[in-house]
Every structure is written in structure tokens, then in C-alpha cells.
């Protein structure tokens, strides 16, 4: 577990908590079981990892990739069992589907350890359900896509669009103050140039 522990503190060292992405903020944190899923490169160990950073200690905390090279001989099960001995409350695990028996080994996890919080990200929600255990009745399940033109523009340009629902602009309910700066005839020309590389249709 030393490795594992030595390689979660470098990421956390590395992790930039600069831009948070809009889902962060939509997340019950407090739920005993979390499963982020979304499509690979889209921010979800990021995600993670930024969560440890801003709210967590690093005495009950553990950050693991279950395709680390150690389940190959290890139980997941087994290695919650002994963090939680030595202190630990706080387990995030980065691609649980990688893991073979990884939903009936989670089930057991926070059946066996009710102050015990598991949260985990994966490929599908779709995975959560089709498990050898239903977690389904026991995960709050969230789906992070991929990163909005909105999302873009804030990211890339400094700007701080605030999300709003299809109904409020078709409504006209909203305003856009810093859309002012897309009217210059430079800027509408960088924007056409990033959606036809970016992959925003």
C-alpha cells in the first residue's frame, strides 16, 4: 500500500485546482458512495483528484487507479479493509471498471463499513447496473461529458459564461454582458477556427 500511497501524494502534488468543471459543484460530496462516468480525457480523475486537494486531509484519505499493477495481486476489499484499520475514511478510486469483481467488492465495502466513504469514477453508468452487485440503490451516480463550447470559451479565453437551461434562453430570461467581446470580427474568426478543430458542432 506505500507505493500506492507515494504515487496518489505525486498526482495530488501535480493536480491544478485553477478551473473546476461545472459538475463539481452538482455533487453531494457527503453521499457514502459517488460514481462519476463519462467518456475517457474528460476530467473525471482530474476531478477527483481536485476534490482531495481543496477539502480533504491526507490522514484518512486514499487515491488509487484500480488498474494499478497491484490488484493484479491484491483485493480491492482487502486493501479498504486495512486502510480503514489504520485510520482511513475517505477511499477514491479512479476506473473501477478495470477492476473484474469490482461492484459485488464495493457492495461489500460499504455494507461492512457504514462511516466508510467509497467514491469512484467509470467508463458507463450503464456498468453500475450491470455489475455482479446492484449499486444502484446504494451510489449516487453523475455523468460528466465532455467539455461544453461554454466550458471552452471560459477555459481558453477567461471569460465566465454561467450555464443557463435551454428554457431560460429560449425565453429570453437571460443576458450575456461578455458576449459583447464575440462581436469584434477577430474574435468571431478565432472561434469559427476553434469549432472546426476542436470538435464542437
Not at 491526507?58 to 486502510?83: C, V
Not at 453508468?125 to 471552452?152: C, H, Q, T, W
Request: aromatic share 14%; no cysteine.
Amino acid at each position: 500500500m506505500e507505493q500506492l500511497i507515494e504515487l496518489f501524494r505525486r498526482l495530488l502534488l501535480l493536480t491544478d485546482t485553477s478551473y473546476i468543471r461545472y459538475l463539481y459543484d452538482k455533487i453531494d460530496w457527503s453521499a457514502r458512495m459517488i460514481g462519476i462516468v463519462g467518456p475517457r480525457g474528460v476530467g473525471k480523475t482530474t476531478m477527483l483528484l481536485q476534490r482531495i486537494k481543496l477539502n480533504h486531509s491526507l490522514d484518512d484519505t486514499l487515491f488509487i487507479n484500480a488498474d494499478d499493477l497491484y490488484f493484479a495481486e491484491h483485493r480491492l476489499f482487502d486493501l479498504a479493509s486495512d486502510f480503514y484499520k489504520n485510520g482511513g475514511r475517505h477511499l477514491f478510486i479512479d476506473e473501477v471498471h478495470k477492476y473484474s469483481e469490482w461492484s459485488k467488492e464495493l457492495k461489500m465495502i460499504y455494507d461492512y463499513y457504514p462511516d466508510f466513504q467509497i467514491i469512484f469514477t467509470g467508463s458507463s453508468i450503464l456498468d453500475i447496473y450491470k455489475g455482479n452487485a446492484d449499486l444502484s440503490r446504494r451510489a449516487l451516480s453523475y455523468y460528466l461529458p465532455g467539455l461544453s463550447f461554454r466550458e471552452y470559451l471560459n477555459l481558453s479565453y477567461g471569460m465566465q459564461l454561467p450555464a443557463y437551461s435551454l428554457e431560460d434562453i429560449l425565453s429570453h430570461k437571460i443576458e450575456f454582458p461578455e458576449t459583447k467581446l464575440l462581436q469584434k470580427s477577430e474574435m468571431r474568426k478565432v472561434i469559427v477556427i476553434e469549432l472546426s478543430y476542436k470538435g464542437f458542432s
